[in-house]
Nanobody, 123 residues
Framework: QVQLTESGGGSAQVGGSLRLSCAAS????????TGWFRQTSENEREGVAF???????RYADSVKGRFTISEDSTKTTTFLQMNALKPEDSGMYFC?????????????????WGQGTQVTVSS
């Protein structure tokens, strides 16, 4: 059974940093496509950053140059380093994973989700 557990959310001031972690278990075979999504109460889940087994990395335009997605040496934990935070970065951040390569960055393409971790950026 696949399980994803996020941690590292919290509050930060504008311009500050936070680091999110997503610990994955239960995957068999090759490393999955892992993505971070964020959601506010008004909006749909927005894809923020993605990484797959081929080291393919993709970022939303809104976070390019500020956020970095990476994995640990065991490839079981994915990180999202968030720098130069803005108020619009606030929201619930979800980790999602799907076996195989990243072929779609829409939430519907991911069948495994964590419970989410809240990020609040204030001035």
């Amino acid at each position: 059974q696949v399980q994803l557990t996020e941690s590292g959310g919290g509050s930060a001031q504008v311009g500050g940093s936070l680091r999110l972690s997503c610990a994955a278990s239960g995957f068999t075979g090759s490393r999955p496509c892992t993505g971070w999504f964020r959601q506010t109460s008004e909006n749909e889940r927005e894809g923020v950053a993605f990484i797959d087994r081929n080291e393919m990395i993709r970022y939303a335009d809104s976070v390019k140059g500020r956020f970095t997605i990476s994995e640990d040496s065991t490839k079981t934990t994915t990180f999202l380093q968030m720098n130069a935070l803005k108020p619009e970065d606030s929201g619930m951040y979800f980790c999602a994973a799907e076996p195989g390569r990243c072929y779609s960055y829409n939430p519907g393409a991911f069948s495994n989700w964590g419970q989410g971790t809240q990020v609040t950026v204030s001035s």
